[in-house]
């Protein structure tokens, strides 16, 4: 089964746009993770943000958590068309395991 | 530093044959998992190994599906039979394993994947 659900499916911009992604997720978890998958590189990590924690940046990217709503949000700032790729949130509910469980992507198109 | 290797990269059969996933994780990580990327989906979690055991198969199908990881290192995965429902690509990624050292969770980093299709 898939914990989160991305919104939305795909999502169109162009280059130095901003992109927003948002998940959601059904039960509570230890963190949350994004990841990235494109044909050139496969699926890379890109950020983690704990229960904890409600705001986190790398870079360009800025992720926030709210676990009262189990929702989580990546927004890629002033996007490159090197970021067209397919973006997943992966929860950890597991407090031994480290079992991630993905959603189903954003399928994110830059157009330069 | 080198990635996890995986292969092949492509793998075609036909339905009822049987096909093997070799997976070599990043040196030093403990943790590895087997997904399975089906078009269109999320990578969901087959078996995860700690070392050589197992600490997660309960979405492995078990009736077709095998894996192992014999001495900690390298892994396999198995289908026999396969049937057509079985095409996807299949993810092996590892984790280095600092629960020892406090953390809760670690990044995964996952292989370039095989792309089965099944005929």
């Known amino acids: 089964s898939q914990q989160g659900e991305e919104d939305p499916q795909a999502l169109s911009i162009q280059e130095g746009e901003n992109a927003t992604m948002n998940c959601s997720y059904k039960?509570?978890?230890?963190?949350l993770q994004w990841y990235r998958q494109n044909s050139g590189r496969g699926l890379v990590h890109l950020i983690l943000?704990?229960?904890?924690?409600r705001e986190k940046h790398s870079g360009r990217l800025r992720v926030t958590l709210d676990t009262s709503k189990k929702s989580s949000s990546l927004l890629i700032t002033a996007s490159r068309a090197a970021d067209t790729a397919s973006y997943f949130c992966?929860?950890?509910?597991?407090?031994?395991?480290?079992?991630?469980?993905f959603g189903t992507g954003t399928r994110l198109q830059v157009f330069p | 530093e080198a990635g996890v290797a995986q292969s092949p990269r492509y793998k075609i059969i036909e339905k009822r044959q049987s096909v093997a996933f070799w997976c070599n994780p990043i040196?030093?990580?403990?943790?590895l998992y087997w997904y399975q990327q089906i078009l269109g989906q999320g990578p969901k979690l087959l078996i995860q190994?700690?070392?050589?055991?197992?600490?997660?198969d309960s979405q492995l199908p078990k009736d077709r599906f095998s894996a192992e990881r014999l001495k900690g290192v390298d892994s396999t995965l198995k289908i026999q039979p396969a049937k057509l429902e079985d095409s996807a690509v299949y993810l092996c990624?590892?984790?280095?394993?600092?629960?020892?050292?406090?953390?809760?969770?670690?990044?995964?980093?996952f292989g370039p994947g095989t792309r089965l299709t099944v005929l």
């Open positions: 990624a590892s984790s280095l394993d600092d629960r020892l050292a406090g953390a809760l969770s670690t990044e995964q980093f």
């Open positions: 039960t509570s978890i230890n963190n």
């Open positions: 943000i704990r229960s904890n924690e």
């Open positions: 992966a929860t950890d509910a597991s407090y031994n395991t480290d079992k991630l469980i």
């Open positions: 040196s030093g990580h403990a943790t």
């Open positions: 190994f700690q070392n050589n055991g197992v600490v997660d």
